[in-house]
């Protein structure tokens, strides 16, 4: 699946996404989309690493949202728990399309399906210098650990506050260094775009199969 266009990916991903997301909340509707996240996973291979920590994400999300809803009776705290599994076959499919795709590819699938060139610029970028960023914090916070060992909570906060501030403005003065230099280098405001493999039997039946894939969640909700 690796191989193939990444604009078919795109798409495929998307309305399997969409399907799960407005699918009935039945029990058979949900096991249908599992089978379905699970199919898309073991066909793009990616990390398991990366999908765990992306499951990871919604459960706490999820159950920090939980907090609140013993007052709200059982319906709520049902709903949430067909919202979370919900949130969680998406993302293990979003997951799975960065794996099949590309990290790099995505961009130019976004352009090819006529997402703005300033949205997908704003995306290049963002990808590319946020690792940056989530590197300098962890040396931060690394350094407060190392100098604020034995400290209380308060100190602490007021040091993490203070690395916050600090990381905003490096960030912004690191933005300013990095648009004078793409602009020294003829930046025009896009992104050369690789070549797309072109469309063939390949992406014709990944298109049927997701198409399935995507109206199995709602027939299953249908007959259940």
């Known amino acids: 699946m690796r191989a193939a266009d990444p604009r078919v990916l795109l798409l495929a991903a998307l309305s399997i996404v969409v399907s799960i997301a407005v699918a009935p909340p039945s029990a058979a509707s949900l096991a249908c989309g599992a089978a379905v996240a699970a199919v898309w996973l073991v066909a793009s291979r990616p990390r398991p690493s990366e999908a765990l920590r992306a499951v990871l994400l919604v459960v706490l999300f999820s159950a920090l949202i939980g907090l609140f809803l013993p007052f709200q009776g059982e319906e709520a705290t049902r709903r949430l728990a067909v919202s979370a599994v919900k949130s969680v076959l998406c993302v ?21 399906i006529g997402v703005p060139t300033l949205l997908v610029s704003l995306l290049v970028v963002t990808t590319r210098y946020l690792e940056l960023l989530l590197g300098q914090a962890r040396r931060m916070s690394r350094a407060i650990d190392l100098r604020a060992h034995g400290a209380g909570r308060l100190a602490r906060a007021r040091a993490a506050g203070s690395a916050a501030g600090t990381l905003f403005v490096r960030a912004l003065d690191r933005a300013e260094r990095v648009h004078a230099a793409m602009g020294l280098r003829g930046f025009q ?23 399935l894939a995507a109206a199995l969640p709602h027939l299953a909700g249908r007959w259940a």
């Open 92 to 112: 293990l499919l979003l997951v799975g399309l960065r794996s099949a795709a590309g990290a790099t590819r995505l961009p130019s699938a976004l352009a090819g």
């Open 189 to 211: 405001g896009t992104f050369p775009a690789p070549p797309f493999p072109g469309l063939g039997v390949r992406e014709a039946v990944l298109a049927v199969a997701s198409l």
